[in-house]
């Protein structure tokens, strides 16, 4: 039996991160959207950083005018990003943990031990009319909060997985592997939609996109790189191909 098609979501900050190195307009990353967009991305993600180090503020409204597929933004729980993503109106928050010195996002947010700060802080954008997403390591504890505090989905970090070399410890990867597996099935259980991001490639993303429980891939440093390669439509391409043959 076929499962449902998986989504792709595609993460276009590292477009802006080529843009800010020389602090003018191009490349554009609206202009990424759109062409995601038309190479069939499902969905377009951009994370505003507190630091805008690549995504800014006048993007994100740029981004959600010029495109039709749903735009996923991705904040820190804080009061001037809750305020921003109540003026943008995005299809989707997905609440993501930041540090100012991490190179990228390093680990999944602490739900269980701040539910009350998060419960209160997704409420708004839920009324609001957006998909609220916790993003999160695969931990039972965190799954279990994250269904506590009404968030409907779930996008787990599968960076720990990813970031395995192919010549490096097999069973630790397959230990983390299974912790993914295990962990979509539990979020299943409680009613929540699962996701996955970070750090996904052609050569990793088989044996995720294969987890039936998984609706939603979001991808981004892979896609943008090869982008540079062989285009961002080609890119998208290829990936979709795999993602569509694992799910087959
Ligand atoms: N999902 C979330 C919540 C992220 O924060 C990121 C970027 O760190 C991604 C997906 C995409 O990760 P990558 O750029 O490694 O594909």
Same mark, same amino acid.
């Given at each position: 039996m076929m499962a449902d098609p998986l989504r792709l979501g595609v993460n276009i900050d590292h477009v802006a991160t080529l843009r800010n190195a020389r602090g003018g307009?191009?490349?554009d990353p609206v202009r990424a959207a759109v062409i995601a967009e038309q190479a069939g991305a499902d969905g377009i993600t951009a994370h505003l950083r507190e630091d805008r180090r690549h995504i800014r503020d006048a993007d994100m409204a740029a981004i959600k005018g010029a495109i039709s597929i749903p735009l996923n933004f991705e904040l820190a729980a804080t009061d001037e990003m809750q305020a921003i993503a109540l003026a943008t109106q995005p299809h989707a928050v997905c609440v993501v943990p930041e540090r100012? /010195?991490?190179?990228?996002?390093?680990g999944g947010l602490e739900v269980a031990a701040d539910q009350n700060r998060l419960s209160h802080f997704i409420a708004p954008l839920r009324d609001a009319g957006s998909r609220v997403s916790l993003f999160i390591a695969p931990e039972p504890a965190q799954i279990e909060a994250a269904a506590q505090i009404g968030a409907p989905v779930v996008e787990f970090h599968c960076g720990a997985y990813c970031?395995?070399?192919?010549?490096?410890d097999i069973a630790a990867r397959d230990a983390e592997f299974a912790r993914l597996s295990d962990g979509a099935k539990r979020a299943a259980d409680l009613g929540l939609e699962v996701h996955m991001g970070h750090g996904l490639n052609y050569q990793n993303v088989t044996p995720i996109a294969a987890?039936? /429980?998984?609706v939603e891939l979001n991808i981004g440093h892979f896609l943008i790189g090869e982008a540079l390669f062989i285009g961002l439509p080609a890119a998208l391409a290829e990936m979709r191909r795999l993602m569509d043959a694992a799910r087959a």
């Open positions: 307009a191009l490349p100012r /010195e991490e190179r990228t996002t390093e970031d395995f070399d192919s010549d490096g987890l039936p /429980e998984v």
